[in-house]
């Protein structure tokens, strides 16, 4: 058994995670893994600003409560938002590199081909969008009218039907 203190066991760790993450880097390149890192860092911030206002919602509607215990529910607000911030960031952190170590890279061909063929094996029109389809008519479908039930608007305080039942007499 060796023993390792914690701090060894950190830096150990974090080599290795680099090593690996350097592999990936070079494996893809490094442009798209710059694109891959901005789409997981604003995804992951995105989702975690969002939750981090919904828990200060929650925070305000409760904070009243706290005026009960004769604490300042202003100060015990603002500590607990701050709490709440840091708390947003480091899971950020995390989640982004948990997501960038684990994230798997494929040439953005590779997967079209396999989407166009998935496609054209159960669709094999899909390859030119098909063929006929629904004939589009050139001009919209007319409404028929039925006069003994339509809605007739009020105009000068006279309904349709009446003003037109004036006009045959």
Do not use: C
């Amino acid at each position: 058994p060796h023993k390792l203190s914690y701090r060894d066991f950190l830096s150990a760790l974090q080599e290795k995670m680099l090593g690996e993450y350097r592999k990936k880097e070079q494996e893809v390149g490094t442009e798209p893994m710059r694109a891959v890192e901005r789409m997981i860092s604003l995804q992951v911030i995105d989702t975690k600003w969002r939750e981090h206002l919904l828990a200060m919602d929650e925070l305000r509607d409760g904070i009243w409560a706290v005026g009960y215990s004769e604490r300042n529910p202003l100060v015990e607000y603002k500590l607990r938002a701050f709490e709440a911030f840091n708390g947003m960031l480091e899971r950020m952190r995390q989640d982004i590199v948990e997501f960038l170590m684990k994230v798997q890279i494929r040439e953005k061909i590779e997967e079209e081909v396999e989407f166009k063929k998935i496609g054209e094996e159960f669709r094999p029109e899909v390859g030119q969008f098909g063929e006929g389809g629904i004939p589009l008519s050139p001009q919209p479908a007319q409404l028929r009218q039925n006069d003994n039930t339509d809605m007739a608007p009020v105009t000068g305080g006279v309904k349709r039907k009446k003003t037109r039942r004036s006009r045959r007499n």
